[in-house]
Nanobody, 114 residues
Framework: QVRLVESGGGLVQPGGSLRLTCAAS????????MGWYRQAPGKQRELVAI???????TYADSVKGRFTISRDNAKNTVYLQMSSLKREDTAVYYC????????WGQGTQVTVSS
């Protein structure tokens, strides 16, 4: 079993920045893709960004140029640096890991508001 612990969410003004962190622990066989999804109220969960084991990245069009995903394999950790945040980025952000099976974090709230 893999446990994911997220941190770094919170309240930020439009145009501000936040950094999300997700640390994986437990019975980690291998960490393949790692990424972030988000779910806004009344909407479906959507992909934000994902990074594979070769550090190839994919981003949602809505966050390209503003968000950066990275990983530290030695720490089993994935990061999401979010800049130029907009009100529409408000959502619960979920960490995702592919480690033979799919694992999800508990979610961290990001609220962009003045």
């Amino acid at each position: 079993q893999v446990r994911l612990v997220e941190s770094g969410g919170g309240l930020v003004q439009p145009g501000g920045s936040l950094r999300l962190t997700c640390a994986a622990s437990g019975s980690i066989f291998s960490l393949n893709a790692m990424g972030w999804y988000r779910q806004a109220p009344g909407k479906q969960r959507e992909l934000v960004a994902i990074i594979d084991s070769d550090s190839f990245t994919t981003y949602a069009d809505s966050v390209k140029g503003r968000f950066t995903i990275s990983r530290d394999n030695a720490k089993n950790t994935v990061y999401l640096q979010m800049s130029s945040l907009k009100r529409e980025d408000t959502a619960v952000y979920y960490c995702y890991v592919d480690s033979r099976y799919d694992y999800w974090g508990q979610g961290t709230q990001v609220t962009v508001s003045s």
